[in-house]
Structure formats: C-alpha cells, structure tokens
T-cell receptor, first 109, second 117 residues
Framework: RKEVEQDPGPFNVPEGATVAFNCTYS??????FFWYRQDCRKEPKLLMS???SGNEDGRFTAQLNRASQYISLLIRDSKLSDSATYLC??????????FGAGTILRVKS | GAVVSQHPSRVICKSGTSVKIECRSL??????MFWYRQFPKQSLMLMAT?????????EQGVEKDKFLINHASLTLSTLTVTSAHPEDSSFYIC?????????????FGSGTQLSVL
C-alpha cells in the first residue's frame, strides 16, 4: 500500500465548478499535512497547510480527518489558472515529507 | 520570501558521463536540504537528506556511490549523478528549510530535467 494515495484523475471541470480531491495516508504517526500545486515540469509550490479543525484560504478549503487518515481539498469557482497537479503531502514522524502522486485538474472554458 | 536556486534547469548528456546539479539557498541558511527525483506521472521520491558538514542520509534503494551529495556550506548542496545511464533520466528537485521545525515551510528549487542518451 502506498504511503500517500490520491486519485490520479484527471478531473475535467468547467470554469466556475466546485471540485474536491481526496487523499489517504497510511502512517498514523504523521504529524503535519499539506497540499502543494505542481505545474508541468516545474517545482511544487505550497498551496496550503491542513489543520485538524479545517482551514480555508479564499476559494480553497482543506480538511483533515485523523481518525480516518484522510485529507481533502475543495476548490470553489474553479478558474482556468487552477489547472495543475495537486499533491497531497504528509510529514511523517522523523520530519520526512512523503508526496502523493498527485491529482490532475483541468479546468476548461 | 526565501528563494532556492537550482542549476542547471536542463541537462542532456551521454551515457557514462557524470552530471553535477547545484542547489543554493539565496537569502537564508539551510542546515538541511533535500533531494528528490520525479519520474513522469509519478510522485516526488525523496532520495536523500543533505546535512551541512556531515554525510547525507540516503533513502532505502538509493545508491550513495552513484548519487554523490555534498553539503559543504549552509547555502549550497550539490548532487552528482555519476556514470549516468538512460534509466537515470528524470526530474531532480532540491528543497530546503529555514529551520528544522516540522511545520516549517519547504522551499523548492526549480528542478533539473536530466536526459541521458
């Protein structure tokens, strides 16, 4: 079983749509969680950290369920510029970052 | 904000040659830098953790004699792919933290696309 699993997609959505990505992780000792965005052949960029209480940053909402070892990212009012690969990232015990393979989002006009 | 510079951005080389990739933290001191490899449509895989002034810690399955890491200063880490072969063709990315805290933001270099012919 992969340490961090994501639906690879692609998710093809129209502009303005709401889309949700899910992620599960296997290590229950994981300490912190993030969503990164990666454009093709570019470096990943931090989108947002994920907190147990859930957190929102503009059109983006992240949630964490430690009991189910599940993380989600919700994007509202999708823009063309949101098209990218979204990486679920888990910081395991020992300060090691583990990346999911990513979920591809394509927003179309 | 903190910036990590990675050079070169793209390398094409013949099989058997060695390739050096540099990773520099431009406006902060990074006691720890990380090297990742990413194959097409796959996740970033941590190769090694580079600590300034000491030997790098390699992940399981990564050959330390093939992927030489040097972290001689607080702002520079290098990865040398020795005797590169076509299967080493990949996207290599470095990253660095300003401090060792688990929630501390990780800054990435822009990556190096290595193609071995």
């Amino acid at each position: 079983r992969k340490e961090v699993e994501q639906d690879p997609g692609p998710f093809n959505v129209p502009e303005g749509a709401t889309v949700a990505f899910n992620c599960t992780y296997s290590n229950s000792a994981s300490q912190s969680f993030f969503w990164y965005r990666q454009d093709c052949r570019k470096e990943p960029k931090l989108l947002m950290s994920v907190y147990s209480s859930g957190n929102e940053d503009g059109r983006f909402t992240a949630q964490l369920n430690r009991a189910s070892q599940y993380i989600s990212l919700l994007i509202r009012d999708s823009k063309l510029s949101d098209s990218a690969t979204y990486l679920c990232v888990v910081n395991e015990a020992g300060n090691k970052l583990v990346f999911g393979a990513g979920t591809i989002l394509r927003v179309k006009s | 904000g903190a910036v990590v510079s990675q050079h070169p951005s793209r390398v094409i080389c013949k099989s058997g040659t060695s390739v050096k990739i540099e990773c520099r933290s431009l406006d902060f001191q990074a006691t720890t830098m990380f090297w990742y490899r990413q194959f097409p449509k796959q996740s970033l895989m941590l190769m090694a953790t580079s600590n300034e002034g000491s030997k790098a810690t390699y992940e399981q399955g990564v050959e330390k004699d093939k992927f030489l890491i040097n972290h001689a200063s607080l702002t520079l880490s290098t990865l040398t792919v020795t005797s590169a072969h076509p299967e080493d063709s990949s996207f290599y990315i470095c990253s660095a933290r300003e401090s060792p805290g688990i929630n501390e933001k990780l800054f990435f270099g822009s990556g190096t696309q290595l193609s071995v012919l």
